[in-house]
C-alpha cells in the first residue's frame, strides 16, 4: 500500500486513501480519482513532498546518492537558494553582460531591463523543472528517465555534462590565473627564476597555481552537497560586499557615474539605428536565457535538497533576475567610471585590476575574482556531469567518483590552450547551450502535461518492462524525435556560427538568434502530441504493488 511505502513525514491525500478503501471501483474510476485529487492540489508552491524510497530498486539504476532525499536529509531554504543564485551570478562573464548590449547600441536602462527580462523569463523553466526535484527528491538523470526511458536518460544527462565539464576546465584556468596574478603581485621576482614548459605551454608557476586551484575545488565537491551549501551561502555576503566595494571605489574616483550611463540609445528616433531595437532584443534575451539554460536542465540536482515547493521557488525568484540585473548594472557603472579614470572603457575587470595601484587593493580584487569564479564553477560545472557520470553505472560510480571524473577532464582538456588558440571554442560551447533547449522541452512537457507532475518512484528504478519508463529497450523513441525536431531548425545557424559551413540565409540565422526559444517551443508540442495517444496507457500512480502497474505503451 502506498502510504504505507511513503516516509512518515509526507501526507496522503484523502482520496488516495479512498481508494484504497474501495476495492469495488474499476481501475479506470480509480485514476479518474486520482487525478482529480491531483487537479485540486494544482498549487505548486504548497504541493507535498513525496519522496520515499523506491520498493525494490535495481542496483544498475541504484546507490546511495541516486535514492530520492526524504525529509531528513533536506536542509535547504529560502536563504541557501538566494545565496546560490547571487554566488553564480557574482562572475566575470555576468560583469561583461550589460556591456556588451550597449555597444550594441542600447541605453543604459535597455541593457539591464534585457537582462532583467531574459532573467525573468529563465526563472519559469528553472522552476518548472525544480518541481520534481523538490516532489520525489531525485536528481535530473532520475528524473529525465521518466522522459527519455531508462538508458535513453543517459543521452540527455550526458549532452550536459560534455558542455559542464568543458566550462569546468576554462574557468578553473581563469581562478589559476586570478591566483598567480596574485602571487606575482605579492613576489615579483618568482616569475623569473621558474622554468617555462614547453610541452604544456606555461610556465611551471602557472601549472602550480592551476594545479592548486584545482585542488581547492575537489576537496570542496568531495565533501558533499552540504560543503557546497555552506560554501554559496557564506559566499554571498562576502562576493557582495566586494563588489560594492569595487562600485564605491570607481564613483569616488570618477566622481560620478562617467559617460556611458548617460549615453542615449541607438535606436531611438534619428539616431543611426533607428527601427533596429527588436531585432537586436530577440538575440539579447535569447543569449541571456541561454546564460543559465544548462542550469535549468539539471536543477533538480539541487532542489532535492529543498525544504519545501515555496523554499526553491521563493529562493530563485529573489537570488536570479534581481541580482542579475543589479550586478550587471554595476559592471556598467564600473565600465563607464573607467572612461572618466583612465580616458577609455574597460570592460574586463581582470584588466581593470592590473591598472589598479596598491599591494592591498589588486590583492583583494584578485581573490574576489578567484572566490567568485570557485563557488560559480563548482555549482554550476560540477554536480551536473558527477550526477551523469553516476547514472552510467551507480552500482560503481559514486557522487564523488564522478565529480573526480569531472575534474580530470577538466584537468586533461589542457584549457589554457583551448583560451589561446581558438576564441571559436568558447563560442561553440554557447552556441552548443542554446541546442540543449529541445531537451528541457521534452522533460518539461513529460513531466507536466503528459504525467500531471505525478511520477512512479518505482519504474524509475525498475530494469525491464515491469517498469512503465522502459519503452522501447529502454529507449523512449518518441522523446529523441522531438528533441531532435527542436534542434533541426537551428542547427544551420548553428553551424554557420561556429564557422563549419558558409553563411546561410538570414531566415535561419534568425532562427538560431531565437534557439532556446524555438527549441523548447517545437521539442514541447512535438512531444506532447506524440504521447498523447499514450497517456491514458500510463498509470499515474504507483497505487499499490498489485493494482495499476502496467507495461508501459509502445
Excluded at 538566494?82 to 547600441?105: C, E, H, N, Q, R
Excluded at 558533499?224 to 555552506?230: A, F, H, L, N, Q
Excluded at 515491469?466 to 518518441?478: A, H, R, S, T
Aim: aromatic share 10%; net charge positive; charged share 10%.
Amino acid at each position: 500500500m502506498i502510504c504505507q511505502k511513503v516516509i512518515k513525514t509526507t501526507k496522503c491525500h484523502t482520496s488516495e486513501n479512498s481508494l484504497f478503501r474501495s476495492h469495488k471501483t474499476t481501475r479506470a474510476q480509480k485514476l479518474d480519482q486520482f487525478r482529480l485529487s491531483a487537479k485540486a492540489d494544482n498549487n505548486i508552491r504548497n504541493d507535498a513532498i513525496e519522496a520515499r524510497l523506491p520498493a525494490d530498486p535495481d542496483r544498475r539504476l541504484f546507490n546511495s546518492d541516486f535514492a530520492p532525499t526524504l525529509i531528513a536529509g533536506r536542509h535547504w531554504g529560502v536563504q541557501d537558494y538566494a545565496s546560490f543564485w547571487v554566488t553564480l551570478v557574482i562572475s566575470i562573464p555576468t560583469y561583461l553582460l550589460a556591456s556588451s548590449l550597449v555597444d550594441l547600441g542600447m541605453s543604459w536602462v535597455q541593457g539591464v531591463g534585457t537582462v532583467l527580462l531574459g532573467n525573468a523569463i529563465t526563472l519559469i523553466p528553472m522552476v518548472l523543472n525544480a518541481h520534481p526535484g523538490t516532489k520525489y527528491g531525485i536528481p535530473f538523470p532520475v528524473l529525465a528517465r521518466a522522459s527519455f526511458g531508462i538508458h535513453g536518460a543517459k543521452l540527455p544527462s550526458l549532452s550536459r555534462a560534455f558542455v559542464a565539464c568543458g566550462w569546468f576546465g576554462i574557468q578553473t584556468w581563469i581562478g589559476g590565473s586570478c591566483l598567480h596574478q596574485m602571487i606575482s603581485t605579492i613576489c615579483p621576482g618568482l616569475t623569473g627564476v621558474v622554468p617555462y614548459l614547453a610541452a604544456l605551454g606555461l610556465s611551471a608557476d602557472q601549472l602550480a597555481c592551476f594545479i592548486a586551484f584545482w585542488v581547492l575545488q575537489v576537496s570542496i565537491v568531495l565533501r558533499g552537497m552540504e560543503s557546497i551549501r555552506d560554501l554559496e551561502k557564506y559566499s554571498a555576503p562576502l562576493l557582495v560586499a566586494l563588489s560594492l566595494a569595487l562600485l564605491a571605489w570607481a564613483l569616488t574616483t570618477a566622481g560620478g557615474f562617467g559617460p556611458m550611463l548617460s549615453a542615449p540609445s541607438q535606436f531611438g528616433h534619428g539616431m543611426p539605428k533607428e527601427g533596429q531595437f527588436l531585432a537586436v532584443l530577440l538575440p539579447a534575451v535569447t543569449a541571456n536565457v541561454g546564460f543559465w539554460g544548462t542550469l535549468s536542465l539539471n536543477i533538480p540536482d539541487f532542489t532535492r535538497f529543498a525544504r519545501s515547493q515555496r523554499d526553491q521557488m521563493l529562493g530563485q525568484a529573489l537570488g536570479l533576475p534581481l541580482f542579475m540585473a543589479l550586478f550587471t548594472f554595476l559592471g556598467l557603472a564600473v565600465t563607464s567610471a573607467t572612461v572618466v579614470i583612465y580616458g577609455h572603457p574597460i570592460t574586463d575587470p581582470v584588466q581593470l585590476i592590473s591598472k589598479l595601484e596598491g599591494l592591498a587593493p589588486i590583492c583583494l580584487s584578485l581573490f574576489g575574482l578567484m572566490w567568485a569564479t570557485l563557488t560559480t564553477n563548482i555549482a554550476a560545472n560540477v554536480v551536473a556531469p558527477a550526477n551523469a557520470f553516476v547514472n552510467m553505472a551507480p552500482q560503481r560510480i559514486s557522487f564523488n567518483l564522478g565529480a573526480t571524473i569531472t575534474a580530470l577532464i577538466g584537468l586533461v582538456i589542457m584549457p589554457w590552450k583551448l583560451i589561446s588558440s581558438s576564441s571559436g571554442f568558447i563560442t561553440w560551447l554557447v552556441g552548443y547551450s542554446a541546442l540543449l533547449g529541445p531537451v528541457i522541452g521534452v522533460v518539461m512537457s513529460d513531466y507536466w502535461i503528459v504525467r500531471r507532475t505525478v511520477l512512479d518512484i518505482d519504474s524509475l528504478y525498475t530494469y525491464g518492462t515491469k517498469g512503465q519508463y522502459w519503452y522501447q529497450g529502454g529507449w523512449n523513441i518518441k522523446a529523441i524525435l522531438a528533441t531532435t525536431a527542436g534542434i533541426i531548425p537551428t542547427l544551420p545557424g548553428f553551424l554557420c556560427t561556429i564557422g563549419l559551413i558558409n553563411c546561410v540565409h538570414p531566415t535561419l540565422m534568425a532562427i538560431y538568434d531565437g534557439a532556446w526559444f524555438v527549441g523548447v517551443l517545437i521539442s514541447s508540442i512535438t512531444y506532447s502530441l506524440m504521447m498523447s495517444p499514450h497517456i491514458h496507457k500510463y498509470p499515474q500512480a504507483n497505487l499499490d504493488s498489485g493494482g495499476l502497474s502496467e507495461s508501459p505503451a509502445t
